[in-house]
Structure formats: C-alpha cells, structure tokens
C-alpha cells in the first residue's frame, strides 16, 4: 500500500467515525468498495451516504444529494440523483456543513 492510501484510509476512518456520532443508530455496511450508511439495513435502497477511499481523495457521496438544501454551495456532481464532497485532508472538512448534510440526507 502506498503512503498515500494509508493516509486516506485513515481519514476515511475519522469520517465514518464522525458519521456514527453524527447520526445515531446508522449502521455501516461494506459495500462497493466502501462504506454505505443506514437508518434502515432491511432496505435496499436505506442508504443516505457512502465513504469511498481513491489514491488522493476521501469521498462522502450522498445518495439523494440533490435533495439536500446545500445553501453552502460545497456538493459536488450534476446527476440526476447523487452529490459528493472530496476530503485529502482532516483540514479540508467543515465538520458543521458535514453534519448538517448527514442530518438531512439521514432523513430523507
């Protein structure tokens, strides 16, 4: 493993421990090469957001992020459904837009 993938997966560690405290009761399930987030396991499609590590980038991908009100302007993609945030540093997080963006994708 390349340096740089250890540092990923080391803050993609701290975001999926931030996800935990900032949404009670979700549950992590490793998927797709990531980790998906649930309110609802028993669902299919329950997942609100996922953690994917790449060579340079942690990425949070919200599954219905176009839905979320981002009056921050920090999303980013244009699908129909999907929006995603990239993170190469624990500096780079707003951990209170984070939050306020896991609480409403957790909601939908």
Same mark, same amino acid.
Not at 22 to 28: M, S
Not at 61 to 86: I, M, T, Y
């Given at each position: 493993?390349?340096?740089?993938?250890?540092?990923?997966?080391?803050?993609?560690?701290?975001? &999926?421990?931030?996800? @935990?405290?900032?949404?009670?009761?979700?549950?992590?399930?490793?998927?797709?090469?990531?980790?998906?987030?649930?309110? @609802?396991?028993?669902?299919?499609?329950?997942?609100?957001?996922?953690?994917?590590?790449?060579?340079?980038?942690?990425?949070? /991908?919200?599954?219905?992020?176009? &839905?979320?009100?981002? /009056?921050?302007?920090?999303?980013?993609?244009?699908?129909?459904?999907?929006?995603?945030?990239?993170?190469?540093?624990?500096?780079?997080?707003?951990?209170?837009?984070?939050?306020?963006?896991?609480?409403?994708?957790?909601?939908?």
């Amino acid at each position: 493993m390349t340096e740089s993938i250890i540092g990923m997966s080391a803050l993609a560690d701290e975001l &999926e421990a931030f996800i @935990r405290s900032a949404v009670p009761g979700c549950e992590g399930v490793k998927k797709y090469g990531g980790t998906l987030f649930t309110l @609802r396991p028993q669902e299919k499609e329950g997942q609100f957001c996922g953690v994917f590590v790449h060579t340079r980038h942690v990425q949070i /991908s919200f599954s219905r992020g176009a &839905e979320l009100n981002d /009056s921050g302007g920090v999303l980013q993609g244009s699908g129909k459904r999907r929006r995603h945030l990239n993170f190469k540093s624990t500096a780079d997080v707003d951990f209170d837009a984070l939050e306020a963006l896991l609480d409403q994708a957790a909601k939908l």
